[in-house]
């Protein structure tokens, strides 16, 4: 070898070197360039004004590994301020880059922003959606899917191909009306279908093949419900679904003919191809609704021969069948999660509850407008996000903590309070939070920047003596929880992620007018080991916007 050779050669190696060092010092980034726009689509039959991310309706998914860093530039090509939140998505550290009124600016119509986060320590199946205005109404929705990191075995055999299949109920009104409406202080008719994927199947056999699928091999479908308000029945002809992860959780993987997805939750289940070779249908429709509205997708077996039956299956009815499906779900506490050390080891079922909060969901008025509530009060974004205005410190200047009080008034006032709603906590505290629903229709709640154990679903009134019902051994650890009419619901959680973070209603009605809050999460040491300083060049706006830039915050290593 000739020494310039040598020389190259060996030059290659050090190269490649300093780049592998790079990539193991380092999680991979992931870079994703969003234009977000209007179209004209017609996802009813009918035109209609609807977000679209790069021309897609629902938008391009999001596809990480666990620990990969996100960079998403989002360029505003529609006519008002966007914001997108990343539902599910924990944000160690870094409400920051929540997407929501009340951490971060939104992104003025014509300019871009970068949100920047790490999918640290997590895995599963999740979505993002417009958190401004009623954008979500008119899509900007899409998957989010975190897999497993190659080392971290998962407790079931690679599918053959994985599918998200996002449903949701669907107006053919803009979100231009409905908002007008809402803020008339009207509430909305019904909503006018079902979609599966943007799409709405009428079970006639006239739509393309949704999914193309070969005969003997097992595919994943990642449901979830990005919709307004309704729960889902999601099933398939013929085939059962085999249950594997919700919302981060691996579960025991039992068998099901059908699944209740409830707004803002996310289901995901394997599929095998073992019957006759033709098409079949993907049935989708609304629970607990007067009128059932439903939709289908069609399932085409490769080679197969043969439309698929027209006669759909039923959804169960009623919400006790959705509550003992609850119950059926749980946590598989032997196998891994994103991080190495196996889920049953923590044990939450061991932990005293430092601190328990009372949550009543209730419809009122103020003004003579409809509003929805927690615990009286109906929570509204001021022009400064909250967690600037914390950060600047001038809390006082544009909200108060603690008007939320940890137990609902003794009764159910029909005139609610509109302010800012923030609530004080404690770092490191473990707290039990009860969701009692006093609304006559079955409500999903979902707390931002946590995983929470879903101990217990029960109709009636909640006392402490209701403890001895929760599942305190393998409860599935997840985002979001049902509750259903005049019943209530217990999460646990310890709350070690300081931060912003956002409790609300998943319907999007209830959580524009008001039905939503923000919990403050501070270390007292106010360490960068427990929270991300602001974030350089973070767009300000509100009182902030003129005032000097505070010194950082948080220190330390
Ligand atoms: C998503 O990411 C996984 C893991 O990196 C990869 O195996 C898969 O092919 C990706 N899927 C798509 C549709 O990009
Ligand atoms: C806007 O996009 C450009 C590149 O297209 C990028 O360099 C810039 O950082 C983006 N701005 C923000 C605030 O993210
Ligand atoms: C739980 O996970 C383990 C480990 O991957 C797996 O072997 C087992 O079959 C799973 N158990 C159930 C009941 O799903
Ligand atoms: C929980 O509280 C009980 C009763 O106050 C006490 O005896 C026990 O040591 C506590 N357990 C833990 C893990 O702190
Ligand atoms: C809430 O937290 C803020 C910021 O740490 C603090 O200034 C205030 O005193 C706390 N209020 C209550 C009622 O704990």
Redesign the pocket.
């Known amino acids: 070898m000739s020494r310039v050779k040598f020389e190259l050669v060996l030059g290659l190696l050090l190269i490649s070197c300093l780049f592998l060092r790079r990539v193991h010092g380092e999680d991979p980034y992931l870079f994703y360039t969003w234009n977000v726009a209007y179209a004209n689509l017609s996802p009813l039959g009918v035109p209609q004004q609807v977000i679209t991310i790069n021309g897609e309706f629902p938008g391009p998914m999001i596809n990480g590994t666990s620990n990969n860093n996100v960079w998403v530039n989002v360029f505003n090509n529609i006519d008002e301020p966007i914001s997108f939140h990343w539902h599910g998505i924990q944000q160690r550290k870094n409400s920051w880059q929540e997407g929501l009124p009340g951490t971060t600016c939104p992104i003025p119509p014509g300019t871009n922003y970068t949100y920047k986060f790490q999918v640290k320590d997590q895995i599963g199946s999740y979505f993002y959606y417009p958190s401004t205005a009623l954008h979500k109404a008119a899509g900007g929705y899409g998957s989010i899917r975190i897999h497993s990191r190659d080392l971290i075995?998962?407790?079931?055999d690679p599918p053959e191909a994985e599918f998200a299949v996002m449903i949701g109920d669907w107006y053919s009104k803009s979100h231009v009306e409905l908002k007008k409406q809402l803020d008339g202080g009207r509430t909305l008719a019904k909503p006018d279908g079902v979609l599966i994927n943007g799409k709405a199947g009428k079970g006639d056999n006239k739509d393309e093949p949704m999914f193309n699928l070969q005969p003997g091999k097992i595919y994943r479908f990642r449901f979830c419900n990005v919709g307004f308000k309704y729960s889902l029945n999601v099933r398939i002809q013929n085939h059962k679904m085999k249950l594997?992860e919700v919302e981060g959780s691996?579960?025991?993987?039992?068998m099901y003919d059908s699944l209740d997805v409830h707004v803002g939750q996310c289901y995901s289940v394997l599929v095998t191809m073992d019957q006759e070779p033709k098409d079949y249908f993907m049935v989708v429709s609304t629970r607990f609704s007067k009128s059932v509205l439903t939709s289908t997708a069609t399932i085409r077996y490769v080679g197969g021969n043969g439309p698929a039956s027209t006669d759909l299956p039923q959804a169960p009815t009623g919400w006790a069948w959705s509550l003992n499906q609850f119950r059926s779900f749980?946590w598989?506490?032997?196998?891994?999660a994103a991080r190495p050390n196996p889920q049953g080891s923590y044990h939450y079922g061991g932990i005293n509850i430092t601190r328990t909060i009372k949550l009543a969901s209730t419809a009122g008025k103020a003004d003579g407008k409809l509003r929805y509530a927690f615990n009286g009060l109906s929570h509204t974004d001021p022009e400064t996000p909250l967690k600037l205005a914390e950060y600047f410190d001038v809390p006082d200047k544009v909200f108060q903590y603690d008007n939320i009080k940890d137990d609902p008034p003794a009764v159910d006032d029909e005139n609610v309070k509109i302010e800012p709603v923030v609530l004080n906590s404690t770092f490191r505290n473990f707290v039990e939070i009860i969701f009692e629903n006093h609304e006559k229709s079955t409500q999903t709640f979902h707390l931002s920047g946590y995983s929470f154990f879903a101990v217990g679903i029960e109709a009636g009134k909640w006392s402490p003596d209701k403890r001895k019902n929760y599942n305190l051994l393998d409860a599935l650890s997840r985002t979001t929880i049902q509750v259903y009419p005049k019943g209530w619901a217990a999460i646990m959680l310890t709350l070690d992620n300081a931060g912003m973070w956002n409790v609300r209603n998943m319907a999007l009605e209830r959580s524009y007018l008001g039905q939503q809050f923000y919990i403050s999460v501070l270390s007292p040491e106010r360490s960068l080991r427990d929270e991300y300083n602001l974030p350089e060049n973070f767009p300000l706006c509100g009182i902030v916007k003129t005032m000097p830039l505070p010194p950082p915050r948080y220190s330390g290593t």
């Open positions: 075995p998962i407790p079931f594997v691996h579960t025991v993987q039992n749980r598989n506490l032997t196998a891994s």
